[in-house]
């Protein structure tokens, strides 16, 4: 079946510091990877997405690259700022159109 | 505005209670996807709309949960005798390409306290 595990939280991290938050996956096939991002008081909105292997997804200073050998999808930030504080989620789309989701890592920012 | 808009908000039942949560997806995309999204959880899925039919509806969590879209726009996720368990944001989101490349925009969810 498909499935994702990403790291637990929380993290608190000092600005400007580096972020790595882990994600591998359980899939059939070739699915397509996604990190989606909630802030305090908003809903889930897309962050990446790679959809094959080797493809680095990137937005907002943040990086992944969908690593089949490893079945992984970690996602990283040189420098976080405060307003990067949120909850991240990875997630990936299979074949049956379904998307499924970790269970969260929160991410706070001290300055 | 130009986004998934879920109503209500808040919406605190007792149990045993009938509950109606709709889902109005940005116009033009096919594909509707209903979530439930538990404290400190991921998005869990319940089921997904390709136009007007349910493509999936392997995540309902049994018959008391019930989920139409009969013009393929708004779709209502109904739940009937409410138990406390089903207390949870359930999210909606909609797709104009369904799966793999498709991005998914979310609501902002409508949050369901059974006491």
């Known amino acids: 079946g498909n499935s994702v595990t990403q790291m637990e939280g929380p993290v608190t991290l000092s600005e400007e510091a580096f972020l790595t938050i882990n994600c591998t996956y359980t899939?059939?096939?070739?699915?397509?990877l996604f990190w989606y991002v909630q802030y305090p008081g908003e809903g889930l909105q897309l962050l990446l997405k790679a959809t094959k292997a080797d493809d680095k997804g990137s937005n907002k200073g943040f990086e992944a690259t969908y690593r089949k050998e490893t079945t992984s999808f970690h996602l990283e930030k040189g420098s976080v700022q405060v307003s990067d504080s949120a909850v991240y989620f990875c997630?990936?789309?299979?074949?049956?159109?379904?998307?499924?989701f970790g269970t969260g890592t929160s991410l706070t920012v001290i300055p | 505005g130009a986004g998934v808009s879920q109503t209500p908000s808040n919406k605190v039942t007792e149990k045993g209670k009938y509950v109606e949560l709709r889902c109005d997806p940005i116009s033009g995309h096919t594909a509707l996807y209903w979530y439930r999204q538990s404290l400190g959880q991921g998005p869990e899925f319940l089921i997904y709309f390709q136009g007007t039919g349910a493509a999936d509806d392997s995540g309902l969590p049994n018959d008391r949960f019930f989920a139409v879209r009969p013009e393929g726009s708004v779709s209502t996720l109904k739940i009937q005798r409410t138990e406390r368990g089903d207390s949870a944001v359930y999210l909606c989101a909609s797709s104009l390409l369904a799966g793999r490349t498709g991005e998914l925009f979310f609501g902002e969810g409508s949050r369901l306290t059974v006491l």
């Open positions: 899939a059939t096939g070739y699915p397509s």
């Open positions: 997630a990936l789309s299979g074949t049956g159109n379904q998307f499924y």
